[in-house]
Nanobody
Framework: VQLQASGGGLVQAGGSLRLSCAAS????????MGWFRQAPGKEREFVAA?????SYADSVKGRFTISRDNVQNTAYLQMSRLKPEDSAIYYC????????????WGQGTQVTVSS
């Protein structure tokens, strides 16, 4: 499975962005999809995941929404009310046996939130 993340950019605090993760090479509907992020000097952290249930990190609950389109083979992360601390490289991932492990990773897309 190949994952291609896109949609990052520079936005002011309080603004919104929508990230996309296009998948190819597998049966998309069989995978759980997730988003992670890594800020400079910090470890990669979980943001959100969608399988039969949806999970969010506490830091993004109420501001971010994960979704998927199994026809377009794409996962999305709608980010609203962005904060400077949301600035990071965002990665999408796919799992065949969620939540045990994440099997495939996209290349990352940069999100920068200015104050």
């Amino acid at each position: 499975v190949q994952l291609q993340a896109s949609g990052g950019g520079l936005v002011q605090a309080g603004g919104s962005l929508r990230l996309s993760c296009a998948a190819s090479g597998g049966t998309f509907s069989r995978y759980a999809m997730g988003w992670f992020r890594q800020a400079p000097g910090k470890e990669r952290e979980f943001v959100a995941a969608i399988s039969r249930i949806i999970s969010y990190a506490d830091s993004v609950k109420g501001r971010f929404t994960i979704s998927r389109d199994n026809v377009q083979n794409t996962a999305y992360l709608q980010m609203s009310r962005l904060k400077p601390e949301d600035s990071a490289i965002y990665y999408c991932a796919a799992s065949r046996i969620y939540p045990c492990r994440w099997d495939y990773w996209g290349q990352g897309t940069q999100v920068t939130v200015s104050s």
